[in-house]
């Protein structure tokens, strides 16, 4: 069984730029939900989809959006890149609408904002 | 909202011996779930233990075990006879049992180093 897929791994990105991230879940997992994660912050819940809706959303603000699509695949997008976007973007897909048991992450995407 | 809180920046252990990772969080619900995640140099995080707080009985995967004190809020990991393998980053983590969909909370994370 295939694991969370996230590409791509490493990007480098200039200030001011967008940048999009993909995060294919296990098969058959509705849920996907992203994390922020850096050396300060730890990791931050960005959002989570469910069915093509989000059903959460963290404190981050509106430059950063996400989607899913009907094949549970799901993307987000960060628009007018800063410095500070620069992280590891994890993905996570679990099988239940309450993930209880637990999620799947996948090995996550390296921004650097330069 | 929920915290959890991971005292421990960096810890180590010697190969074959027992280390014990401390985790604490702070809830007002009775229903939630408790999880370890570890993640290697790899950036992968792997789940490696669950606990349903309804459940008395504390979990246990093979050299992983966990000490649920929920009165105290308290959710330790214990990994016996230490590998190198074992070395990485832990995270504690909390969800809410919920309908709410609420998110997994993680705490700071842990440094595992195993020396051989």
């Known amino acids: 069984k295939a694991g969370v897929t996230q590409t791509p791994r490493y990007l480098i990105k200039t200030r001011g730029q967008q940048v999009t991230l993909s995060c294919s879940p296990i098969?058959?997992?509705?849920?996907v939900s992203w994390y922020q994660q850096t050396p300060g912050q730890g990791l931050q819940f960005l959002f989570e989809?469910?069915?093509?809706?989000?059903?959460n959303k963290g404190n981050f603000p509106g430059r950063f959006s996400g989607r899913q699509f009907s094949n549970s695949r799901s993307e987000m997008n960060v628009s007018t890149l800063e410095l500070g976007d620069s992280a590891l973007y994890l993905c996570?897909?679990?099988?239940?609408?309450?993930?209880?048991?637990?999620?799947?992450f996948g090995s996550g995407t390296r921004l650097t904002v330069v | 909202a929920q915290t959890v809180t991971q005292s421990q920046p960096e810890m180590s252990v010697q190969e074959a011996e027992t280390v014990t990772l401390s985790c604490t969080y702070d809830?007002?619900?009775?229903?939630?779930?408790l999880f370890w995640y570890k993640q290697p140099p790899s950036r992968q995080m792997i789940l490696v233990i669950r606990?349903?707080?309804?459940?008395?009985q504390n979990a246990t995967e093979n050299r992983f075990s966990v000490n649920f004190q929920k009165a105290a809020k308290s959710f330790s990991l214990k990994i016996s006879d230490s590998q190198l393998g074992d070395a990485a980053m832990y995270f504690c983590?909390?969800?809410?049992?919920?309908?709410?969909?609420?998110?997994?909370?993680f705490g700071k994370g842990t440094r595992l180093s195993v020396i051989a």
């Open positions: 989809y469910f069915s093509e809706t989000q059903r």
């Open positions: 983590a909390y969800r809410s049992a919920d309908s709410g969909n609420t998110p997994l909370v």
């Open positions: 098969s058959g997992h509705r849920s």
């Open positions: 606990q349903e707080a309804y459940k008395q």
């Open positions: 809830t007002s619900e009775s229903d939630y779930y």
């Open positions: 996570a897909s679990s099988s239940g609408s309450v993930g209880i048991r637990g999620y799947t």
